[in-house]
């Protein structure tokens, strides 16, 4: 619940400036999938340093991480000063965490087996907004603008000793943070005055996405908000 309600301080304040000096105030949560493909190449489970894959006949030496193929939840907040024009901001992340690497003893800070590194990616970013398009029902929105990009990795592992049994735990590692360009086009369709569904495409240009396969990022999430003042 504390994360949710830090995320959500990136929409609020646009909710809070006066109304009287805009078209209207859209607020929305969105539920959707982000997805890009896997590195070509691997980690080393010792050094978490770049492998090429296949190096090791086993495969023991050189792990492959996986795609971005995962459940986002966001939060955004649009604020439309003219009729056509507006800024907003949006941020999208994973709920869950997703297996990244398996590591070895060495690398963990427990000396224990089988520890798996994990990750979670979260996308932020503001927009200017554009609506080439309105009627009282429908509206097409285009938007774009700079943001960031963060993956928090956590170690997880189960420890097992005489006197507490098997036990779960998972503990921060280290993070990365990348810039981002974001670009997205949704419609806007109202079921009442205020109230509305935006199904919505997005694409993430990342700088050096090199934990995974490409730079670029796809999404595409429907968005359940409501609009306070005037459409």
Known sequence: MKRICRYMIFALPLACLPLAEAQGVDVGIGFGAAQTSAASTGLDPNTLLSCQLGSNPTGAGCASTPSLSTFMLGFSGDLMFWKKFGIGAEINFQPSKQNYVTLQPEIASVGQPGYTLQSRVTFYDFN?????????????????????????????????????????????????????????????????????????????????????????VTEETVWVGYTFGGQ
């Not at 943070?177 to 997005?202: E, S």
């Open 128 to 216: 200017g907004i554009y609506q080439p398009v309105k009627t009282k029902r429908a509206t097409l929105k285009l938007e774009g603008g700079p943001g960031g990009a963060n993956i928090k990795f956590y170690e997880n592992s189960t420890s097992t000793t005489a006197i507490t049994g098997s036990q779960n735990y998972s503990q921060y590692f280290g993070s990365s943070n990348h810039f981002q360009v974001h670009g997205g086009a949704g419609v806007q369709i109202y079921l009442t005055d205020h109230f509305f569904l935006r199904p919505q495409f997005d694409v993430h240009w990342v700088n050096n996405l090199t934990q995974f396969g490409r730079n670029t």
